[in-house]
């Protein structure tokens, strides 16, 4: 985007001697930032305006006589910055002082402990001892329940203003007030009703202290026992950045990791409090197999063995058509692209989908829009309230559009009149539409419909689960294949499948994955009980682990190295934050070994890296995505 | 002193407080002469006034309504009837006795700023003076004053009566505008200033009580007349509040530049029972204490920024002889301490942490390296400060503890306080 800033002259000024470079508006704290000089800030945040409630960051700007809030105040031509001066010192040093004054300095048993920027700060730059005969203090309310998510010390609240900023221009929906006024300032909810956002997980982040906190990570953890790992959050499609971070192998919270393409720093929090869901403890965690009617524990390799012994037998009895393979909308790029090329090329059925509810008619250009893109849309049209469902996060890039850039949005019920909603659409420029993958033909009618009306529009789809959109673009489906190249046979889809089972027509199953989506249906069960093979890679104990006839342990996806495709189409890789308790083969690893004792090779090593550059041949759009990009789908079809 | 009055002019005249009344002393002709002029000329007429806000800042009123944005409607005009600072009752006195002095000062403003929605955004605690406005401002609309089609012109102007909730934070104009919009009394980040976005994200004129009761005489009789009042560097007359321990208390319209205190004083029958002139505090609990040596200073705004402070809101507090000023600079603190928003560290914290270490020095109880962390917490507080409240929170501490430094030292470990041990006074 080619925009005023990239084009005006650029600001020159200098930050404790550095020269540096910025586009005039540039506030003097980013640009301290860029000339490498740290300047302490507790009120000031990359994603709130300025408030300059705190004072940390006073500066001196030669000219003026009073220190100035670096956060607050924007570069000028040829202005000169001093952050290290003596005066700057003792301020910094004697604000500290004030901070900590009416401050519990409870630092044992706050869950900031480790890192809190007051803590940080204090070791920094604090006066080292307290010299104060004042040691009364004002107090609060130690535990607020704010919500059943979110606990607030008021004691420990530095009044940054961030939590009530972060309401008002976030989310829009106020739920955090000030009251009272100077020494017996507190920030609450608004008459003490507990917060009903769903985004209040973000509030304990943006806070610099202990004040705010997760009622979930309330003395589960010390930072310092933490090992962070960056990932994608597995909630939903629209891929939000994480860290995990763990603690003995065990999920212990999940953090936000700013990608402003995406999620802008923020996460819902039915993605940010539902890795419980991941440290269950009904897990596989031994290849079994049924010897003799009997399930019993196998070795891994005889498992394997098993698993290709008896799916060439049915394939020899029935042929190929007669094996259904299941996917799963959790799988990595690379799983489901091996999934997909061994049900294809080396059992040799078409039967092969990753989700029960058969999807059709689906092409990249229902996936053209950029979740960030939609801040470049004149006019956005929501269809329904899906896809805000689904993804949750996606509410707050449309409050932005809505609210800090003035677009217009315009929420539409899920049958509408694609003419009248056109008609109250802005005369020309650019229309965003957004639809979950459900309404994608009445996205792709209105699209049309306003392309003809002269407006250029685009379609953003949410799909449904962290990686539908990966699986759907590398051909993890009955009617297309990888790039949605065309087949001449299709296959069954997912019910239908299970359908045939059922009838007897498919005699064996393969199911990788968690299950999750076929796990509740009655189907799913009867389809199992019916197949003469079942072999099932899951990680969790359920339907299909009990069924199996080999049962091989899968990884969650937090246990899982490997991409993941938003929704958008971006490529994002999820990593290994923690071990699973056994130590057998990655999925990737049991796809390749199946292959082999299927009598194929992959002719790469099963492993996320090579796998990629395997499907990336296959799938040209993937090309060099693997960090982070966008697929990139030539337009048409 | 008979010099010629500005505001006090037409002053025990029958009726002032009704339309009536004041026309009979030549109300409201300055609003016609106004319109007949037209907005440039009011603009240029202020300017030739030399008239500086008398709300605190004496910023000169014809720049200051220089700022608004050409072209940009709707505009607003907020009058500050906030009246807080301690020692300062001026407006008050302007809203009771001549209600429609302001009125018509309010309506000339709006009509050179064409501006269609003025506010009086009036304290809390005035709730006689809120009512007694209110009525004035209908009498207004039924004389054809205001409302729709003042005096018969196309020109609409609404009167809007606020009452604030009690917070002397709430007469900063920004916090005032935050106020008055429904929002917590907090002053805003500037820029913007209000000029450019104020009441309602508009371009907006906060201006004192005073300040515009003063543009009916300026209108009628000529801003070169008004200047001539007083001096060129400071011109025009000037509310002044005395109080605190002298004879006759109250308000004084006096020449600016061509009175000094000792002259105020004077009006106000000098020193109560014939005790000796110890200290003052000449702009309100905001400004820095002067002494016996600054009594000749003239009511001048360099002269008395020479001499260390400032006629700020035009409020003489006079201190005797047997005054604590540790106890005097304890109370302030307390007040600061009470009225600080809380926005920033500085003031919030500052100001309680102050008035703890006040409290033990005035009992006597605090040690000398208590005093010097004293002066080392004013110093961290002055200029660092979101606003000026909490800069001004360290004034009178730090400009007593310079003027009076021995009477600082000797509360230190004293036990208790060594100048009100033994005086008569319960002050
Ligand atoms: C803490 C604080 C309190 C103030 N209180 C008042 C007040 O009560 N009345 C007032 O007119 N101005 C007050 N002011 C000054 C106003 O901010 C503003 O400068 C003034 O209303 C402008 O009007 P003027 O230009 O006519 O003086 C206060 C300023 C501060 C910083
Ligand atoms: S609770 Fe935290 S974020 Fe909110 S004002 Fe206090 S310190 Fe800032
Ligand atoms: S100095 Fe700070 S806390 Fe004090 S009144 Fe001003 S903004 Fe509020
Ligand atoms: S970070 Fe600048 S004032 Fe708080």
């Known amino acids: ?637 | 002193m008979d010099d010629e009055k500005v505001l006090t002019r037409h002053l025990g005249a029958p009726g002032l407080t009704t339309v009536g009344g004041y026309e009979k002393v030549g109300g409201y002709q300055g609003l016609r002469k106004a319109i007949q002029m037209g907005p440039e000329a009011i603009v240029a007429e202020v300017k030739a006034s030399g008239l500086r806000g008398r709300g605190g800042a004496a910023f000169p009123t014809g720049t200051k309504w220089g700022f608004l944005p050409k072209d940009v409607f709707p505009r607003y005009l907020c009058v500050n009837a906030d009246e807080s600072e301690p020692g300062c009752f001026k407006d008050r006195v302007l809203m009771e006795e001549f209600p429609h002095q302001l009125l018509e000062g309010v309506l000339i403003a709006a009509y050179a700023l064409q501006v269609t929605h003025a506010f009086i955004y009036i304290r809390g605690e005035y709730r006689f003076q809120r009512e007694l406005l209110e009525r004035a401002a209908k009498e207004a609309y039924r004389a054809g004053y205001a409302g729709k089609g003042v005096l018969g012109t196309k020109w609409d102007c609404e009167l809007i009566v606020h009452g604030g909730a009690g917070a002397y934070i709430c007469g900063e104009e920004t916090a005032l505008l935050n106020s008055l919009e429904g929002r917590r009394g907090q002053p805003r980040l500037k820029p913007p200033f209000p000029a450019v976005k104020g009441l309602y994200g508009q371009p907006t004129v906060v201006n004192n009580v005073e300040t515009l009761s003063n543009l009916p005489y300026i209108v009628t009789e000529g801003g070169a007349r008004y200047a001539a009042l007083g001096t060129e560097a400071s011109p025009g007359t000037r509310l002044f509040c005395v109080s605190g321990h002298v004879e006759r208390p109250g308000t004084f319209e006096v020449p600016m530049g061509k009175t000094t205190f000792r002259d105020l004083l004077e009006l106000a029958g000098g020193v109560w029972r014939g005790r000796q002139f110890k200290a003052m505090q000449p702009g309100g609990g905001s400004m820095q204490v002067l002494g016996p040596q600054h009594l000749d200073v003239p009511l001048d705004f360099k002269a008395v920024a020479e001499a260390g402070s400032s006629l700020g809101a035009g409020a003489l507090v006079v201190m005797d002889d047997s005054t604590c000023l540790v106890d005097v600079a304890s109370r302030l603190v307390d007040f600061y301490r009470h009225e600080s928003c809380g926005k920033c560290v500085p003031c919030r914290e500052g100001t309680y942490f102050e008035s703890e270490l006040m409290h033990r020095l005035e009992a006597g109880i605090a040690s000398r390296a208590e005093l010097a962390e004293l002066s080392d917490i004013c110093a961290n507080m002055e200029g660092r400060c979101f606003c000026p409240l909490g800069d001004t929170a360290t004034w009178f501490v730090m400009s007593a503890l310079r003027m009076f430094p021995e009477e600082f030292e000797s509360h230190c470990g004293a036990g208790r306080c060594p100048v009100r041990a033994g005086s008569e006074v319960a002050a």
């Open chain 1, 1 to 637: 985007m080619a925009d005023a800033s990239t084009v005006a002259e650029l600001v020159n000024i200098s930050v404790d001697g550095r020269p540096v470079e910025v586009p005039p508006g540039t506030l003097v704290w980013d640009a301290c930032e860029k000339a490498g000089i740290f300047v302490p800030v507790y009120c000031a945040h990359k994603k709130l305006e300025p408030v300059a409630v705190c004072r940390m960051c006073l500066v001196e700007v030669e000219g003026l006589p009073k220190l100035q809030p670096a956060c607050a105040t924007r570069v000028a031509p040829g202005m000169v910055v001093r952050t290290q001066t003596e005066q700057v010192r003792k301020f910094r040093d004697g604000n500290l002082e004030f901070l900590l004054l009416n401050h519990p300095l409870d630092c044992p048993v706050c869950d900031r402990g480790g890192e809190c920027d007051l803590q940080d700060f204090t070791q920094r730059y604090g006066p080292g001892r307290a010299r104060s005969s004042i040691t009364e203090k004002v107090h609060f309310d130690k535990a607020v329940k704010l919500s059943d998510k979110i606990m607030l010390d008021q004691e420990r609240c530095i009044l940054c203003w961030r939590c009530v900023r972060y309401y008002e221009e976030i989310t829009g929906e106020r739920e955090i007030v000030l009251q009272e006024r100077g020494v017996h300032t507190v920030v609450d909810s608004f008459e003490r009703q507990p917060l009903q956002s769903q985004f209040q997980g973000n509030l304990p982040e943006i806070c610099p202290v202990g004040a705010l906190t997760h009622r979930q990570y309330r003395f589960r953890a010390r930072p310092w026992d933490l090992r962070r790992t960056a990932s994608v959050c597995s909630h939903c499609s629209y891929g939000c950045n994480i860290f995990v971070d763990a603690r003995e192998e065990q999920i212990a919270r999940y953090a936000s990791n700013d990608n402003p393409e995406v999620d802008d720093s923020w996460l819902c929090d039915q993605g940010r409090y539902g890795f419980p869901e991941l440290n269950r403890p009904e897990r596989v965690i031994n290849p079994e197999a049924r010897v003799g009617g009997l399930r019993q524990a196998v070795s891994y390799q005889d498992a394997v063995a098993r698993a290709a012994g008896a799916l060439l037998r049915v394939r020899g009895d029935h042929g190929g058509t007669s094996v259904g393979v299941l996917g799963s909308p959790r799988m990595t790029n690379e799983e489901a692209f091996v999934l997909q090329w061994l049900a294809r090329e080396v059992i040799a059925t078409p039967h092969v989908d990753h989700r029960y509810e058969p999807l059709e008619g689906i092409s990249p250009e229902q996936f053209r829009l950029g979740i960030a893109e939609l801040e470049g849309c004149d006019a956005v049209v929501v269809i329904g309230d899906r896809p805000e469902r689904l993804s949750p996060v996606l509410t707050l890039r449309l409050y932005k559009v809505a609210n800090k850039l003035g677009r217009q949005i315009l929420r539409v019920p899920e049958t509408f009149s694609a003419a009248q909603v056109v008609k109250q659409l802005p005369a020309a420029g650019r229309i965003g539409i957004v639809a979950a993958q459900a309404d994608r033909a009445a996205a792709m009618g209105l699209r049309a419909k306003a392309g003809s009306a002269g407006r250029e529009a685009a379609v953003l789809t949410i799909t449904e689960a962290v990686n539908s959109r990966g699986c759907q673009d590398l051909g993890l489906l009955p009617n297309v294949g990888p790039g949605y190249r065309s087949l001449e046979h299709s296959g069954l889809f997912g019910r239908q499948l299970l359908e045939a089972a059922v009838a007897g027509q498919i005699k064996a199953l393969l199911v990788v994955g968690d299950g999750a989506d076929f796990e509740a249906e009655g189907l799913f069960h009867e389809a199992l009980a019916k197949v003469d093979v079942a072999v099932v890679v899951t990680a969790w104990q359920g339907v299909a682990s009990r069924a199996a006839t080999v049962l091989l342990p899968g990884r969650t996806i937090a246990e899982k190295a490997g991409t993941v495709t938003n929704t958008e189409g971006r490529v994002q890789r999820v990593r290994t934050a923690v071990e699973p308790k056994f130590t057998f083969p990655s999925d990737l690893r049991i796809l390749g070994d199946l292959a082999a004792g299927l009598g194929s090779d992959l002719g790469v090593q099963a492993l996320a890296a090579p796998v990629f550059e395997l499907l990336a041949a296959a799938v040209p759009a993937y090309r060099g995505c693997q960090a982070g990009l966008r697929a990139h789908w030539e337009p048409g079809s």
